[in-house]
């Protein structure tokens, strides 16, 4: 069906694809893994027309072909959905759909045939979507929905979807591969690019795994295994489940009281919450995502206006509810941020001017007169420590952080907030669409920060994440802390029923 | 005050609407394209000069216009080859074409008529002073159904929203960019020309006196809608033309006002700019990553 032959791309100094060879069969799922970098992207942007590459050949149905626009792509019968939605937020489904390919002459937009063509397709595939739904009103989930219709509503043969997972819960996801099933049984082809092996393993017919730009394997899903995959895609055996010693917390650190948040629009966030992290431990929150997670953090990072807020925050005995996010950072309280683009970097910057947020007004990064002047000296120094200790790639502190792959951008934040040395840890998601390697990276690196003393609070949807990492795990529902587990004891299922409102027995 | 109210007093607003809702209308095909069109004024400008300097030499009213239209588009793609291919700051350039084109028409009237920014009387064309605002006026429902009746509405919206998404769908967001800021300069052309030869009988120095400016602040008024933007050119031209009604009839000095339509359009600005929402993608260039 689709074959990538030779294939190579460069962004400037970065090598992303090196002589790729793909080979996708007809009528089959067909997985792509590898790291954070490794490519798979690019790979897939240049079969869709979105890149063009520097040498190499497509091949699709045994011919070669130039794709150099998507509008090529969309011609030999191939969709994408993209790791972002391409979607147009403010219009209905309909109009995102036959965008590029409107029914009807070019004075008469037939929308209403259109429209009908989408429920009809949407119910062969049971996606249960509204043709005349506006975009912004749709979940993720039904987002992506949309992005599958606009595939087939061209008729596309072969669809690629980039990390379509990463944004979905569960049940969705299980709904989701129903979907590619029953394409590929229409004998439609499926490509599908993702990070967690599991879903390879559940999904997938074959699979490519690729490495710092290149193939590095190619495999029959039904003979291979998530252990065989991994070493494949890091080049060395990696742990799946971190290895962590007892933990031996200490003293208090933070101690919450009744804490609620009520947002602007009046409805509470948060439900009088209380707990406490002592040094050396890692508290984690499980629950389901948009249940107050969020808000959480943020009233103990300062994010959150005093005026929402009531309850008490303590901190090594000071009570720090009337302190501005800058104060408690300088008390020793870290964060990581669940949104990197929105709270985490400032994209368009480098990585030495992010590697100094939030310690860029004083020493030793601001100097003399009081601290006027940035030291350039002493900022490259730090940011290439960071990127030394927390293995950022590419190593240049003079990139802008927007040419990062997500995983490598996770890495300098994290630096940058370990550096600090703090005393209290936030953490929120710190392994979203990040890859084995970095995930196992990551999580020896909170575990390290643990046995030096320091108090973590760990939010995270991945439920595996938090019941690996946690000493002690509380479940957050509707705003409230429903219970608190073991988590060296406590079944993935009894955690769900808390998650989802059923009552600690 | 009666005498301020009456069938007169529509009539001149309408007339004094029709500039405004004519390089309005222009502005929108640019915008919605998302493509800031600050040179809404140069473009009318470069249409009342054509018009009257080709007009003064053919005799004939309707070949000025024609080549009106033909100078705001050929300036259009000026602001067109330097937002959209060269990737400009698009305020920097709308403001560049309309300081060239204060200076140019009072050297080209120089060096053609000896006079010091004025182009000589031309007669009156009867029709020209009323086909313009029927033109105007129609291209209200007429834009509305381009943009959400039309294939070619629907890729502009979506080339202002987000281009990558109207650029994955096979869109060339170059080609509909340029479509829509040469139209913006037809039109704005047109209502540049009828000052000087529909309403008046001349070009006169920099006679458009900011109307491209209002225009542009009826189209955010307007919240980048046709017909929300008719609405607001309306309420400029009524306050323009209640300006001019009240001049000899109340007992302030005329320049308190004439001052009026501008002060209208601040606080319009000041008020709304916050309310209505761009076109998301508007004075961002579309790099395409290659
Ligand atoms: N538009 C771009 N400009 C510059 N560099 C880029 C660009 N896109 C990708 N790269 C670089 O090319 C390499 C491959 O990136 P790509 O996005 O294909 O990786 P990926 O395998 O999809 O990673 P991830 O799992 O993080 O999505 C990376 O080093 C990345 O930094
Ligand atoms: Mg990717």
Redesign the interface.
């Known amino acids: 069906m689709l074959e990538l032959r030779n294939i190579t791309k460069r962004?400037g100094a970065v090598l992303a694809n090196d002589h790729v060879n793909i080979k996708v069969k007809s009528g089959t799922i067909h997985a792509i893994v590898g790291e954070n970098g490794a490519g798979k992207s690019t790979a897939m942007r240049i079969a869709?027309g979105?890149?063009?590459a520097d040498e190499g050949e497509i091949i699709v149905d045994g011919q070669p072909r130039r794709i150099e626009?998507?509008?090529d792509a969309?011609a030999l019968g191939i969709g994408?959905v993209?790791q972002h939605?391409?979607?147009?937020?403010?219009?209905t489904v309909t109009?995102?759909i036959?965008?590029?390919?409107?029914p009807?002459g070019?004075?008469?937009?037939d929308l209403t045939k259109a429209a009908e063509r989408i429920r009809k397709l949407s119910e062969e595939f049971r996606l249960a979507i509204d043709p005349h739904a506006t975009i912004e009103h749709l979940s993720v989930g039904q987002q992506q929905r949309v992005e599958l219709l606009?595939a087939l509503y061209r008729e596309a043969q072969l669809l690629i979807l980039d990390e379509p997972t990463a944004v979905l819960a569960p049940q969705e996801v299980e709904e989701l591969f129903a979907i590619l099933r029953r394409m590929r049984a229409q004998g439609k082809t499926v490509v599908i690019i993702t990070h967690k092996l599991d879903e390879v393993l559940a999904i997938s017919d074959e699979v490519t795994v690729m490495r710092d730009g290149r193939v590095v394997g190619e495999l029959q899903t039904s003979a291979t295994n998530a252990a065989e995959l991994a070493r494949m895609m890091v080049g060395r055996d990696v742990l799946l489940r971190i290895e962590k010693p007892q933990a031996k917390p200490d003293s208090t650190v933070l101690s919450v009281e009744h804490l609620t948040v009520t947002a602007r629009d009046g409805t509470q966030r948060l439900k009088g919450v209380s707990f406490q992290v002592r040094a050396a431990e890692i508290v984690g929150i499980a629950g389901v995502e948009g249940n107050g997670q969020t808000e959480l953090i943020e009233a103990l990072a300062g994010l959150i206006p005093h005026a929402q807020m009531s309850g008490r925050m303590e901190y090594l005995g000071r009570d720090i509810a009337p302190l501005d996010a800058r104060s408690r950072r300088e008390l020793g309280i870290a964060h990581i941020p669940e949104d990197r683009h929105r709270r985490g970097l400032l994209l368009d910057f480098d990585l030495k001017e992010n590697s100094v947020l939030g310690v860029h007004y004083r020493p030793p990064v601001a100097v003399s007169l009081g601290s006027v002047l940035l030291d350039d000296g002493a900022i490259r120094k730090r940011t290439e420590r960071i990127i030394e200790d927390f293995d950022v790639r590419p190593a240049n502190p003079d990139l802008p952080a927007r040419s990062l792959s997500g995983g490598n951008q996770q890495k300098l934040i994290i630096g940058r907030e370990f550096v600090l040395q703090p005393k209290l840890l936030l953490v929120a998601q710190p392994t979203r669409g990040v890859d084995i390697g970095a995930i196992e990276f990551i999580h020896r690196k909170l575990v390290r920060l643990r046995d030096e003393g320091c108090a973590v609070l760990l939010v995270s949807a991945e439920l595996e994440e938090v019941t690996a990492l946690a000493d002690r795990l509380l479940i957050i529902h509707d705003g409230e802390i429903v219970g608190e587990v073991d988590p060296t004891i406590a079944t993935l299922e009894e955690i769900g029923l808390l998650m989802t409102g059923g009552k600690e027995q | 005050m009666n005498e301020l109210l009456n069938i007169g007093l529509i009539y001149s607003t309408v007339r004094t609407a029709t500039p405004l809702l004519l390089a309005a209308l222009g502005g929108l095909y640019s915008e919605r394209a998302g493509v800031i069109n600050i040179a809404l004024e140069g473009l009318m400008l470069v249409g009342a000069f054509t018009a009257a300097v080709v007009t003064h030499y053919t005799h004939s009213p309707w070949i000025g216009l024609t080549a009106a239209i033909a100078a705001g588009v050929l300036i259009a793609a000026i602001h067109a080859v330097l937002c959209i291919s060269f990737k400009a700051q698009q305020v920097v350039s709308g403001m560049a074409i309309n300081i060239l084109l204060i200076g140019v028409p009072a050297l080209l009237s120089g060096a053609f008529f000896e006079s010091t920014g004025a182009t000589p009387q031309i007669p009156l064309h009867e029709l020209l002073q009323y086909a313009p605002v029927v033109i105007a006026f129609a291209l209200v429902p007429v834009t509305w159904y381009v943009l959400y009746r039309t294939p070619f509405g629907l890729r502009l919206r979506a080339v202002g929203e987000n281009p990558e998404a109207a650029d994955a769908a096979g869109v060339s967001v170059t080609r509909i960019r340029y479509a829509g800021v040469l139209l913006s300069g037809a039109l704005a052309a047109i209502g540049g020309a009828y000052l000087s030869i529909g309403q008046s009988s001349l070009f006169t120095r920099n006679m458009t006196a900011g109307r491209g400016f209002i225009a542009l602040a009826a189209l955010i008024f307007g919240k980048w809608r046709p017909v929300q933007t008719m609405l607001a050119c309306l309420l400029f031209g009524l306050a323009e033309a209640l300006a001019t009604q009240m001049q000899g009839v109340v007992r302030v000095p005329v320049q308190f006002i004439q001052i009026i339509p501008y002060v209208l359009t601040m606080i319009v600005l000041a008020g709304f700019i916050g309310l209505s929402r761009a076109p998301r993608a508007i004075g961002i260039p579309y790099q395409k990553e290659k």
């Open positions: 962004f869709y979105f890149y063009t626009t998507p509008h969309i994408m993209h939605f391409m979607l147009i937020e403010p219009m109009e995102n036959v965008l590029g390919a409107e009807g070019a004075v008469a937009l606009k």
